[in-house]
């Protein structure tokens, strides 16, 4: 293709690795699309919602490139360019090559902001006590919930204590049990879904 010799560079069967590696990125779009939250920030990558990060975004570009024979490492990202380096197979053989790509961001609401916006609980634990007490351990459930990708949707401050609105009655089990809390438990019945009734747990615990 540039007439080069074998003599001076390294040959992919019958072209050389420049032009093999031209030949690669003229396949690549000029532009690549990524999905956004755009409340939360994080990145669409593997099949779920997760924070933005050179790992989780060289899967979103792998993605959308379809680039089956090219592994991706991000080296560089911002807002709309984002410089990778490329190790593709061709013929048998690897070559490596850096280039930058546009990212083009395309916001959405992810199914977790889209629940924290609508209010979404399943238990409501009753902090009651010594006020002190209560903002710690309402804090503690607040990071325990978060961590594990669950979410407080609202907390109450009320004379007695602080009531706390948790995403999921499962987490909020095992935060009583990781504390060796014993609430007093009762439940709300809130709908029905497939035919069965779906409750609310409600925890009220003194701390
Ligand atoms: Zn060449
Ligand atoms: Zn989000």
Not at 23 to 40: D, E, H, M, N
Request: with cysteine; glycine share 6%.
């Amino acid at each position: 293709m540039c007439g080069k010799s074998s003599n001076d560079v390294r040959f992919i069967v019958d072209i050389c690795e420049p032009c093999t590696i031209k030949k690669i990125q003229s396949t690549l779009p000029g532009v690549v699309a990524i999905r956004v939250c755009k409340f939360c920030g994080r990145i669409w990558s593997a099949g779920d919602f997760v924070p933005e990060r050179k790992d989780s975004l060289a899967v979103a570009i792998k993605q959308a490139l379809r680039q089956k024979d090219c592994m991706i490492d991000v080296l560089e990202s911002g807002q709309d360019l984002v410089k990778a380096r490329f190790t593709c197979e061709t013929q048998g053989k690897h070559v490596t090559f850096i280039t930058e790509l546009k990212l083009k961001r395309n916001y959405e609401m992810c199914p977790r902001c889209s629940r924290i916006k609508a209010g979404y609980y399943e238990a409501v634990v009753q902090f009651r006590g010594e006020m002190g007490h209560v903002e710690r351990m309402a804090a503690a459930l607040q990071r325990f919930m978060e961590r594990r990708d669950a979410f407080i949707s609202r907390t109450e401050t009320l004379k007695t204590g602080i009531d706390v609105y948790a995403s999921s009655k499962k987490l909020a089990s095992e935060f009583m049990l990781a504390w060796k809390l014993k609430p007093k438990r009762s439940y709300t019945l809130y709908g029905m879904k497939h035919g069965k009734k779906l409750y609310r747990n409600i925890y009220s615990v003194e701390v």
